[in-house]
C-alpha cells in the first residue's frame, strides 16, 4: 500500500515539476541585430530578438523594451501588454508599478490600470509580508501607502 501511494506521489511531483519547467523561458542577447529575444529550456528560440532589453519572467510575465517605451510578453511569446510606458516594473501579487511621463500609477497582468497613473513617484506593489494589499506612492511630496482596489 504503501508503495502504490509513494508512486503516485512521486508521479504528481514529477508532473508538477516538468510543468513549471517547460514553462520557463530566458531572455538572450543576439550581437547580430543588437537585439533581445526568449529561448526554452531546450536553447530553442521562442521569442525571436528583436526587443532593445528583456527581463525574466515574474509571474508568468517579462517587462521588455521596445524603441524606447516598455511593455510585456507571455512564456509563449505573445505581447500581452504592448510597449507603451516609460517605465515598468517586475510583477508582484498581480500588479505591477509603471511609469509614462512623469506619472506613476499600477496595472495588474491584462495591463488594466487598477491604480491611475496620477502619482509623483511610487514603490512596486507589495503583494507579500506586512504590506499586502498595498503601495508606497508620492504625492504632493509626501509618501503614503495605498491600497490595490481589486
Given at each position: ?15 508538477i515539476c516538468t510543468t513549471m519547467l ?43 523594451r521596445l524603441n524606447g517605451k516598455y ?77 490595490i482596489n481589486k
Amino acid at each position: 500500500m504503501k508503495s502504490k501511494k509513494m508512486k503516485i506521489v512521486f508521479l504528481v511531483l514529477t508532473m508538477i515539476c516538468t510543468t513549471m519547467l517547460k514553462a520557463q523561458v530566458v531572455p538572450f542577447y543576439s550581437a547580430t541585430n543588437d537585439k533581445y529575444g526568449y529561448k526554452d529550456e531546450k536553447g530553442k528560440e521562442i521569442i525571436a530578438p528583436k526587443y532593445d532589453l528583456a527581463y525574466t519572467l515574474e509571474e508568468g510575465l517579462a517587462a521588455v523594451r521596445l524603441n524606447g517605451k516598455y511593455g510585456y510578453v507571455d512564456q509563449k511569446g505573445k505581447e500581452v501588454i504592448h510597449p507603451k510606458y516609460d517605465h515598468t516594473w517586475k510583477f508582484i501579487g498581480g500588479y505591477a508599478a509603471v511609469k509614462l511621463g512623469d506619472k506613476y500609477g499600477f496595472i495588474d497582468k491584462s495591463g488594466r490600470e487598477v491604480i491611475p497613473l496620477i502619482y509623483e513617484d511610487a514603490y512596486n506593489y507589495h503583494g507579500t509580508c506586512c504590506y499586502k494589499g498595498q503601495a508606497h506612492v508620492r504625492q504632493n511630496g509626501k509618501w503614503k501607502m495605498i491600497a490595490i482596489n481589486k
